[in-house]
């Protein structure tokens, strides 16, 4: 039997959560724990409810969808944040990845397509809509993907170039191993490479540069 994943749902528009909560119940393994209409709502259940996934709205009334997602970040959520919105701004996806977000869908939509990206993000991976992975493919090359690391991010690097394991790296900078983990996944991602090898290697060389 496959492990439910348990999702929070976040939009202040009740019509669209209502829509996401009746294609979200098409997949059993799929488990709506509790739906926000807010970002502040949003920090209260996801602290509360630990979530394995966060199905998040970027415009929203009072604290937007990229502060909803720093706040998360901010009070260690692990969860896997999903944006979810209308908006196919190039500022708004640069924004909402380098803060921290696992992957960015447009409403628009097929809902098929929705539901079959959201079970991925469920079983562990980063999803995109197709003009979004477009948007991503043409972003400057040139610039230094290290300036998009947060100041914590950079901690967690600086431990593991170190050779600390998670363990330790959680014990020296007085966070969880969870919140460990979501700074190296982030951290990876930004560094567009897929091991915490591969992202020491390329510390050390722009360090020695």
């Known amino acids: 039997?496959?492990?439910l994943c348990n999702i929070l749902i976040v939009d202040d528009h009740?019509?669209?959560?209502?829509?996401?909560r009746q294609l979200l119940e098409l997949e059993p393994s799929l488990n709506i724990v509790a739906e926000a209409s807010n970002g502040n709502e949003a920090v209260t259940f996801a602290c509360q409810l630990l979530p394995d996934l966060i199905l998040l709205d970027l415009n929203m009334k009072g604290l937007s969808g990229l502060d909803t997602l720093k706040a998360l970040r901010n009070e260690g959520?692990?969860?896997?944040?999903?944006?979810?919105?209308?908006?196919?701004?190039?500022?708004?996806?640069?924004?909402?990845?380098?803060?921290?977000?696992?992957g960015y869908l447009l409403?628009?939509?097929?809902?098929?397509?929705?539901?079959e990206k959201i079970l991925q993000a469920a079983n562990g991976e980063n999803v995109f809509s197709?003009?979004?992975?477009?948007?991503?493919?043409?972003?400057?090359?040139?610039?230094?993907p290290f300036e998009s690391?947060?100041?914590?991010?950079?901690?967690?690097?600086?431990?593991?170039?170190?050779?600390m394991s998670n363990k330790q790296v959680a014990s020296h900078l007085h966070i969880s191993e969870e919140t460990v983990k979501v700074h190296i996944?982030?951290?990876?991602?930004?560094?567009?490479?897929?091991?915490?090898?591969?992202?020491?290697?390329?510390?050390?060389e722009r360090k020695s540069q």
């Open 1 to 3: 039997m496959q492990e």
């Open 14 to 20: 009740p019509l669209m959560r209502r829509g996401v």
């Open 77 to 102: 959520i692990a969860a896997r944040i999903i944006v979810l919105t209308v908006s196919d701004s190039r500022s708004d996806i640069y924004a909402l990845l380098d803060a921290g977000a696992d």
């Open 107 to 115: 409403k628009d939509s097929e809902p098929e397509l929705l539901l």
């Open 130 to 144: 197709d003009i979004i992975l477009e948007y991503l493919a043409t972003r400057d090359d040139q610039s230094d």
């Open 149 to 163: 690391l947060t100041e914590r991010e950079l901690d967690v690097l600086q431990e593991v170039a170190r050779g």
């Open 185 to 204: 996944r982030n951290m990876l991602r930004k560094l567009n490479v897929r091991s915490r090898v591969a992202a020491t290697v390329m510390y050390l």
